[in-house]
């Protein structure tokens, strides 16, 4: 040990004595001036004096040539000393040392490391993150009189977070969610659960389309999944108010959905759910928001009651609410859904239109149909 010691005092000694040390700036703005005219990410390392590891990884970092000439060709560094400095960690919530941050030239988070890390960690996370500059540091800005396309904008997005981390991806993506419109609608629509819901629930009031069902449903996720453990009900009633102001969606609506999405999707996902409670919440769901524009939800709500053989009565309330479903008929779920309702009609015919048009569109999806009525009953043969 004491021999390792000594290796490492004296490459940082002769890496001293050759100038051989990361460049680090001292303050923000002209780390952030020259980020942007070089068209750098930053790293920052947040440190105190205090604070053992700090010294130790400064050291390690320091006895590495490689990583320091890697640092110094590709990013713009910035060390920030928490004497002094309560505005940056203020606005950046540095509650721990070291605290290592890269940023893009924008001064956005990017990635976000606590505690010591060695210098072999630092080399390969700098390697991956300079992969993706062009990424990180894309500006989003539609030319005047230019179209936005929405299409390409998404497939471009799918394409840039597919080698990401999930922490990277979805960090990402609330890069994204915070750039307002056109860019943030689309984000919030595709990826809600990865958006966390003090950014959502901003660009929700800045986009300020009450018309937008999804959307709106969509906000009601993220509320959600800010809690962790999706367990806490006093939260969630709790709310309800607000959501229910936000979104125009009445507040007994509000408080169905959410509890029929962490019990139908999050709970069923993780075991934690039993047939009794997945009933009695896809019930719920039916009876008191039928209307809902996730169709997902509302297929898997469908699923429950008909397997509990006890659906006759919602049928009518299901009915009305899928025919004024416009534009959501392009759901191969929405058919499969008509088609029991037809079947129970006793309209075989319309029945089996139906089902036809369910197999079409999810075959177009690259889906294999399976009829709801007939994976019911695969599910009982296997029990």
Same mark, same amino acid.
């Given at each position: 040990?004491?021999?390792?010691?000594?290796?490492?005092?004296?490459?940082?000694?002769?890496?001293?004595?050759?100038?051989?040390?990361?460049?680090?700036?001292?303050?923000?703005?002209?780390?952030?001036?020259?980020?942007?005219?070089?068209?750098?990410?930053?790293?920052?390392?947040?440190?105190?004096?205090?604070?053992?590891?700090?010294?130790?990884?400064?050291?390690?970092?320091?006895?590495?040539?490689? &990583?320091?000439?890697? !640092? /110094?060709?590709? %990013? @713009?560094?910035? =060390?920030?000393?928490?004497?002094?400095?309560?505005? +940056? $960690?203020?606005?950046?919530?540095?509650?721990?040392?070291?605290?290592?941050?890269?940023?893009?030239?924008?001064?956005?988070?990017?990635?976000?490391?606590?505690?010591?890390?060695?210098?072999?960690?630092?080399?390969?996370?700098?390697?991956?993150?300079?992969? &993706?500059?062009?990424? !990180? /540091?894309?500006? %989003? @800005?539609?030319? =005047?009189?230019?179209?936005?396309?929405?299409?390409? +904008? $998404?497939?471009?997005?799918?394409?840039?977070?597919?080698?990401?981390?999930?922490?990277?991806?979805?960090?990402?993506?609330?890069?994204?969610?915070?750039?307002?419109?056109?860019?943030?609608?689309?984000?919030?629509?595709?990826?809600?659960?990865?958006?966390?819901?003090?950014?959502?629930?901003?660009?929700?009031?800045?986009?300020?389309?009450?018309?937008?069902?999804?959307?709106?449903?969509? $906000?009601?996720?993220?509320?959600?999944?800010?809690?962790?453990?999706?367990?806490?009900?006093?939260?969630?009633?709790?709310?309800?108010?607000?959501?229910?102001?936000?979104?125009?969606?009445?507040?007994?609506?509000?408080?169905?959905?959410?509890?029929?999405?962490?019990?139908?999707?999050?709970?069923?996902?993780?075991?934690?759910?039993?047939?009794?409670?997945?009933?009695?919440?896809?019930?719920?769901?039916?009876?008191?928001?039928?209307?809902?524009?996730?169709?997902?939800?509302?297929?898997?709500?469908?699923?429950?009651?008909?397997?509990?053989?006890?659906?006759?009565?919602?049928?009518?309330?299901?009915?009305?609410?899928?025919?004024?479903?416009?534009?959501?008929?392009?759901?191969?779920?929405?058919?499969?859904?008509?088609?029991?309702?037809?079947?129970?009609?006793?309209?075989?015919?319309?029945?089996?239109?139906?089902?036809?048009?369910?197999?079409?569109?999810?075959?177009?999806?690259?889906?294999?149909?399976?009829?709801?009525?007939?994976?019911?009953?695969?599910?009982?043969?296997?029990?």
């Amino acid at each position: 040990m004491q021999r390792f010691i000594y290796i490492v005092i004296s490459l940082v000694f002769i890496n001293v004595l050759n100038g051989q040390t990361i460049n680090f700036k001292s303050s923000l703005e002209p780390a952030l001036t020259e980020s942007f005219s070089e068209d750098k990410l930053i790293f920052v390392d947040v440190m105190a004096d205090w604070c053992g590891p700090c010294k130790l990884m400064e050291k390690e970092m320091n006895a590495d040539t490689s &990583l320091i000439n890697y !640092y /110094n060709a590709n %990013f @713009v560094n910035l =060390k920030i000393n928490e004497k002094g400095n309560k505005t +940056f $960690l203020k606005q950046y919530d540095i509650k721990s040392f070291p605290t290592l941050l890269f940023l893009n030239k924008s001064g956005e988070v990017v990635e976000r490391l606590s505690g010591y890390k060695k210098a072999k960690y630092l080399k390969e996370k700098a390697i991956a993150l300079q992969n &993706l500059k062009s990424v !990180y /540091n894309k500006e %989003f @800005v539609v030319k =005047k009189g230019e179209k936005f396309n929405e299409e390409q +904008f $998404l497939n471009e997005i799918s394409q840039a977070i597919s080698p990401m981390s999930l922490t990277a991806r979805n960090g990402y993506l609330n890069i994204i969610a915070k750039k307002g419109q056109p860019f943030a609608k689309p984000i919030l629509t595709k990826y809600n659960s990865a958006i966390e819901f003090p950014i959502f629930q901003e660009a929700y009031i800045k986009i300020n389309d009450k018309t937008d069902q999804s959307l709106a449903e969509n $906000l009601m996720v993220s509320f959600l999944t800010s809690d962790k453990n999706f367990q806490n009900d006093d939260k969630i009633k709790a709310g309800c108010p607000n959501l229910t102001q936000l979104t125009g969606i009445k507040q007994e609506k509000v408080l169905t959905y959410i509890m029929a999405y962490r019990e139908l999707n999050v709970r069923k996902q993780i075991g934690m759910s039993n047939p009794e409670s997945l009933y009695l919440t896809a019930k719920d769901l039916l009876t008191q928001y039928p209307e809902t524009a996730d169709m997902a939800l509302l297929y898997q709500a469908f699923k429950e009651v008909v397997k509990a053989k006890s659906y006759e009565t919602l049928i009518p309330n299901v009915a009305q609410a899928l025919s004024t479903k416009k534009g959501l008929n392009e759901d191969y779920r929405y058919h499969d859904i008509i088609s029991i309702i037809h079947h129970n009609q006793q309209k075989k015919a319309e029945a089996d239109k139906s089902l036809t048009q369910a197999k079409n569109l999810a075959k177009k999806s690259g889906l294999v149909f399976v009829p709801l009525l007939d994976e019911i009953s695969n599910e009982s043969i296997k029990k």
